[in-house]
């Protein structure tokens, strides 16, 4: 090897090698309590269980990915090659979600240099020798929205969206979907609303957008932030600002970000992520007990927690439906139900396909409460929850996931905060613990096992006498506590860096293998480990009920 070479391959060891430094850091994060580098801030047993409303039983689940990209924008891949791909794996919902801004190739990924039966309109001036673009409100309407039709045609059982991975003022890209029959709407809301394309640049016009579309496209939009700790630059403000502002259409966020495949998880680089890393595979939201996303549920925030795949290429993720997936409830086969079903809070996320069914319900003398309900509750009562699941035999890395333990994770309710306080600012719930960690091999079976699915399993527990409104919220996964480099004692994710650092402090100095023979080769070891890594650390995250304590009557 050369000196350069050598020198290469020691920028390229250092920079993996500082994640030894982060992964440090975010295991004593992680021991001390979310802070943040931001600022401070299937069916039911009958008889057993009271419904007031058909659609809690009246339905089924659908899996979903909201958000993946093509050559459209800056994916590696045709349009129809992915929507293909995500059918193939299984999906039954799947919106094209693709970058704000203006593009160069077409959804076959040919040049629109190279289409001289396409009339650019408006999009930037390439300059000499550079290739032209144009802007994503011409290719929404013009090529985005006939290819969705042609996949419709191709698979008819299935349901396909249009959607804008949008670059608010102000903050991280955020997922966009209208529920329109024509791509007018959401290229109207691109043309209008995206920095990368209008003349935007502060938080009110991020609030401005949200309102347009609640104001036009209420029940039939979505705005989830994708990947919101990635860049640093999306707010715990922000989420509560946009929350306030519509709360029927900012009514969660993509917790567990895509690239899942990748030796840096998520693509999280820890300079800049919020929390520095991910903790199995989902971000710093989300993941610590206690952090954002419970201080938003302590509010009664109905704030809702999705994933996605955000496709873009093999190298570091996987297609749409291999490995992440949205389980949402719908009461009909439209998109209308499954906004309906999002806004509902009725909805899961799982990684690898560690359960494809889950029922999850709180019930207090015969009445009961499913995902993202409210149970109404007496001081002192004990309701007893019950978690149902399935698992697949197999998962398309050939392996049969089974879940290994399960956290019941419980959480108060605290003042609903209000902007220029420091409430505002807050990114935590000092009120949420882990009430009760579960076993796997404490349930019972239901059901036996089918032809692709293994037996339909049950957990019941008695849940600690209620003092005071709060929340409930399920995860579960394949790990017991305590696995190395996956959980604590008590179940929990570690982070995922310190894995990497591990992985890289044995195969440069500890394994006794070759050294690699160039930054390319352990490029592309780092990828083959992430790979593995991701099929090995399996979870789901269940969204919450919560539950109110009222006077007897």
Known sequence: MNRTGRFTLRRTLAFLLFFVGIGVAAAMLAADGPRSSAPDGFGPDAGMLTVSDSSDTDGRWVTADLHMHTCLTDGDHPFHEVKDRAVGFGLDVIANSEHGGAYTRDENCIPWDDRADVEVLGGPPGGAGEPSTMWRWQSLEEHAWPQLEAARTRHPDRLFALGLEWNPPGADHVSVGIVRDGPEAIATFARQF?????????????????????????????????????????????????????????????????????????????????GGTTWGGVGFMAAPVGGIWDALLGEGREFWLFASSDFHRQTGAFWPGEYTRTHIWVTDHTLEAVVAGMRSGRAFITHGHLVDELEIRVVHEGVGAYLGGTIRVPAGATPELIIRWRSPLENPAGDAPEVAAVQVIRGDRTARAHPNTPAWSSTRNPTTRIETLLRASEAREVEPATEAKGPLLELRVELEPISSSGYLRVRGTNHEPDTPLHTDPDGSPLPDAVALSHWMLDRIFLGGSPPPASPEALLAEAFRWGEERAWSDLWFYANPIFMDVVEDE
Do not use: C, K, Y
């Open 194 to 274: 995206d920095r990368r394309i209008a003349d935007l640049d502060g938080p009110e016009d991020a609030l401005r957008a949200i309102r347009w579309l609640d104001q036009h496209h209420r029940g039939r939009a979505w705005v989830l932030p994708a990947h919101p700790e990635r860049s640093g630059s999306t707010r715990v403000e922000d989420l509560r600002a946009w929350n306030d502002a519509a709360p029927d259409v900012a009514f969660g966020f993509e917790g567990a970000p895509g690239a899942q495949s990748a030796p840096i998880r998520g693509g999280f680089r820890p300079e800049r992520a919020m």
